[in-house]
């Protein structure tokens, strides 16, 4: 069983930054593929950026390209999201999620564990 918290969310004007962190359980968690997903209200959830179990491969959609930075630290079970430049449309709930058998993932189904979110709101 993995247990994943986010915290770091909150309120911002557009062109502000956040960063969110997850914590991850378990001593497993450097064999994890770790990903971040959003669901904005009405709409679907999805995965915004994923990182590779040893860091050493990311990946981003195509919205979030060059604003967004996923990272983590293995010795601490932890992931990040680092957001600048942050607009209106990035409102959502954030959620980390956990791909404990492949180690890596740029699908959602291969995401097995998640955490309960935290809300990110960008004024304008």
């Known amino acids: 069983q993995v247990q994943l918290v986010e915290s770091g969310g909150g309120l911002v004007q557009a062109g502000g930054a956040l960063r969110l962190s997850c914590a991850a359980s378990g001593r497993a968690f450097n064999t994890y593929g770790m990903g971040w997903f959003r669901q904005a209200p009405g709409k679907e959830c999805h995965l915004v950026a994923a990182?590779?179990?040893?860091?050493?491969?990311?990946y981003y959609v195509d919205s979030v390209k060059g604003r967004f930075t996923i990272s983590r630290d293995n010795a601490k079970n932890t992931v990040y999201l680092q957001m600048n430049s942050l607009k209106p449309e990035d409102t959502a709930v954030y959620s980390c999620?956990?791909?404990?058998?492949?180690?890596?993932?740029?699908?959602?189904?291969?995401?097995?564990?998640w955490g309960q979110g935290t809300q990110v709101t960008v004024s304008s």
């Open positions: 990182i590779r179990w040893s860091g050493g491969s990311t």
């Open positions: 999620a956990a791909a404990t058998t492949t180690g890596w993932g740029t699908k959602d189904h291969f995401y097995d564990y």
